[in-house]
């Protein structure tokens, strides 16, 4: 792997198109996704989405390398093995690349100094909200702080609060999920926070044709996950990487709550033994809940432990029946094995190829758009 990011070729037009219309389609992207990209420092404002065990050094230098902006994904990393691996990385590519760290991580203060001593140039912050602190360490290293906001309040409290960048990610995502659907969240948020910082759209974003809507609608770039974990630079196991290519997006469901005095987290999964194993599991400590045979809260640590290690399983040891095999509603475009450059190159030329759609149905001909701004 080369340590710096490789030259794009211009966009190829497909048989019939018009050289002039693709030729300010693929310009008026680099307006659109403008404010995306001088906000990361990349090509393509293309955030790799932080999927624990998968968004390691291969595939984030990779996706750095490829023009767009790759993030580690911290998980339960201690502060020595983040530092290991930001140095790692840095070793692979010399473009920029942000950290993913959760916020409920027992070590979150010191995994923060190890990006200000590394000088990482943004932190994404995930699994909750961040409090004012936490956004003070981060903006006084130099780094800028990206946030996921699941509503617009939030959204705004978290601007307040000294948040650099937002990402919305709907329900659509892998991994653990909110309740409301991409869509209606960038309806909602887009409008009102597009021009006060910068807004990545996140959650069942497969093809270049959706990362071209949502940039119309004021978003700054897309984040998306699912889609590169079948890169070759993925070190995902073989197994795994089989799971994506065989399923659609049905198979990825989220996690179910049988009981709501034993509340469980949602997770978008592909479904498997695992998860009928899990529904059973519940139902049996609901059962021995009724006949008092186990406490509430111990019969609610048994279901919190039932993942324990389970995305591990599957991602490196290839455990994808009983294993969690994580994965956005996207999972159906994950159609084939494909280098992470082909992945970016495909969404930018489908993206491209959606906004001269429209330009020819606008126009008819190549459309007088001053893009030099």
């Known amino acids: 792997m080369t340590s710096g990011v490789e030259p794009r070729s211009a966009f190829k037009p497909a048989t019939g198109s018009d050289p002039r219309v693709l030729g300010n389609a693929r310009r008026l992207l680099d ?4 404010t995306g990209t001088e906000f990361l420092g990349c090509e393509l404002a293309i955030l790799g989405g932080a999927m624990t065990w998968v968004s390691e050094r291969n595939l984030v230098a990779a996706i750095s390398n490829g023009g767009g902006f790759g993030v580690i994904a911290c998980g339960a990393m201690t502060p020595l093995q983040l530092e290991a691996e930001i140095i790692a990385t840095r070793a692979l590519t010399t473009r920029p690349f942000g950290v993913n760290l959760i916020i409920m991580h027992p070590d979150l203060a010191a995994l923060i100094d190890v990006c200000t001593r590394q000088k990482v140039g943004h932190i994404v912050l995930a699994g909750g909200l961040p409090n ?3 956004l003070t360490r981060i903006k006084e290293s130099g780094a800028k702080a990206i946030c996921f906001a699941p509503a617009l309040v939030i959204a705004k409290k978290l601007v307040r609060m000294g948040a650099d960048a937002i990402v919305i990610e709907g329900m659509e995502a892998g991994g653990h999920i909110g309740p409301v659907s991409t869509s209606v ?13 910068p807004v990545f759209v996140a959650g069942g974003i497969g093809r270049g044709e959706a990362m071209a ?9 897309v984040q998306l996950g699912t889609r590169f974990v ?6 995902a196991h073989p197994r795994f990487k089989q799971a994506f290519l065989r399923a659609d997006a049905r198979h990825a469901v989220p996690s179910v709550q049988l009981d709501p005095r034993f509340p469980v987290i949602p997770v978008r999964a592909l479904a498997n033994d695992g998860t009928h194993a899990f529904l059973e599991m519940q139902r049996g400590v609901i059962d021995r809940f009724m006949r008092s045979e186990v406490s509430r809260e111990d019969g609610q640590l048994e279901i919190e432990r039932f993942w324990a290690g389970a995305l591990r399983r ?7 029946e009983g294993g969690s095999v994580m994965a956005g509603q996207s999972v159906g475009f994950v159609t084939r094995e494909q280098s992470t450059r082909a992945i970016l190159d495909e969404l930018v030329d489908e993206a491209v190829m959606a906004l001269s759609l ?4 606008a126009f008819g001909e190549p459309p007088p758009l001053d893009l030099a701004r």
């Open 213 to 221: 809507s949502y940039l119309e609608m004021g978003a700054a770039g």
């Open 185 to 197: 969240l960038a309806q909602e948020i887009l409008p009102a926070l597009r021009d006060e910082v």
């Open 230 to 235: 079948c890169a070759h630079e993925s070190i």
């Open 31 to 34: 307006v659109l996704w403008k």
């Open 358 to 361: 429209r330009a020819r149905v």
């Open 314 to 320: 599957a991602v490196i040891d290839g455990d994808v």
């Open 132 to 134: 004012a602190m936490t």
